[in-house]
């Protein structure tokens, strides 16, 4: 019988991927070839291996105003959502508390937390780019972040009894796979599809 047992943690999310200074493979959005997500010193890029497109991680900023207002001596701090005044160094803004319009100068902070969200709709969370290794079984979708990822479920599904670490309660690298990867009723098919993923860039 062939068994398996489950590393720890989610090795397999975005960030634990670009955290380890490995890559995601995604479709160019130029020519749809195999593209690769990575970190590099100046952020996040991706790099296209057939067209050569390059693209680096949208900067992304936040706007705010704050000051003490002239009538009621309150602090306040507001995010300026207009672009027009997003511009300017300074702009005239309307007190929460009282109403008092007060002219406040306006600061331009990175939205970047350094943490990004998680892969969704089979699409990475920074440039919105579909997966590279991409497939549908029964209307849904079988992926994988890279080729690690890729022989990772193709080992997990194949075996028949898996196993997580003794005496552990923290959560394995399946927590994200799907249920219906999972059914001992669908592995044939499951594992014949990322099989064929496997060959789509040999």
């Not at 090795?11 to 955290?19: D, H, Q, V």
């Not at 699409?123 to 080729?147: C, H, M, S, T």
């Not at 690690?148 to 009894?161: K, P, T, V």
């Amino acid at each position: 019988m062939e068994r398996f047992i489950d590393p720890l943690g989610l090795p397999f999310g975005f960030y634990a991927i670009l955290r380890r200074n490995e890559q995601v493979a995604v479709k160019c959005p130029k020519c749809t070839g195999l593209a690769h997500i990575s970190q590099g010193e100046q952020g996040v890029v991706v790099n296209c291996t057939v067209c050569f497109h390059k693209e680096k991680e949208p900067e992304d900023y936040r706007y705010t105003a704050s000051g003490v207002c002239a009538v009621c001596e309150r602090w306040f701090n507001e995010e300026v959502t207009d672009h027009k005044q997003q511009t300017h160094k300074a702009v005239r803004i309307a007190c929460p508390h009282c109403s008092s319009v007060n002219q406040v100068p306006i600061r331009k902070i990175a939205a970047y937390s350094g943490c990004y969200l998680d892969f969704r709709n089979e699409r990475d969370p920074i440039f919105q780019l579909e997966l590279y290794y991409l497939d549908y079984f029964r209307g849904k979708p079988v992926w994988a972040a890279n080729r690690e990822h890729l022989n990772y479920l193709i080992s997990y599904i194949s075996a028949e009894l898996r196993e997580k670490p003794a005496a552990v309660i923290k959560r394995t690298a399946s927590h994200s796979v799907p249920k219906y990867m999972k059914e001992a009723k669908n592995r044939e098919a499951i594992v014949k599809l990322l099989h064929k993923l496997q060959r789509i860039d040999m």
